[in-house]
């Protein structure tokens, strides 16, 4: 079994800053790419930012320049570093890992944490 843990979310207000964080552990064999989502009120899941193992990176365009996400692979852990925060970005953040273990990768998925963006 593998458990993803997300901590660091809250209530901020607008232009101030939070770090989130997600520990993977478990049934670790490599974890590949790994990556932060979010799921507004209504609104469908989408992607925030994602990092590969190498530590290539991709941004969805509403946070490039704002967010900066980053991984510990000794530590099994991935970050996302958010700043100017907008009320846009009040969502849950979920975490997501891609484990391969014997040539097939899993997908794995945090519980999520809240973040609010508010005055």
């Given amino acids: ?3 993803l843990v997300e901590s ?8 101030g800053s939070l770090r989130l964080s997600c520990a993977a552990s ?12 979010r799921q507004a009120p209504g609104k ?12 290539n990176t991709n941004y969805a365009d509403s946070v490039k320049g ?5 991984r510990d692979n000794a530590k099994n852990t991935v970050y996302l570093q958010m700043n100017s925060l907008k009320p846009d970005d009040t969502a ?3 975490c997501k890992a891609d484990i391969a273990r014997g ?3 899993n997908v794995y998925w945090g519980q999520g944490t809240p973040v609010t963006v508010s005055s």
């Fill in 66 to 70: 704002r967010f900066i996400i980053s």
């Fill in 103 to 105: 040539g097939v990768t």
């Fill in 92 to 94: 849950v953040y979920y």
């Fill in 8 to 15: 660091g979310g809250g209530l901020v207000q607008p232009g």
């Fill in 1 to 3: 079994q593998v458990q």
């Fill in 26 to 37: 478990g049934s670790i064999f490599v974890i590949t790419g790994m990556g932060w989502y």
């Fill in 44 to 55: 469908e899941r989408e992607l925030v930012a994602a990092i590969t193992r190498g530590g």
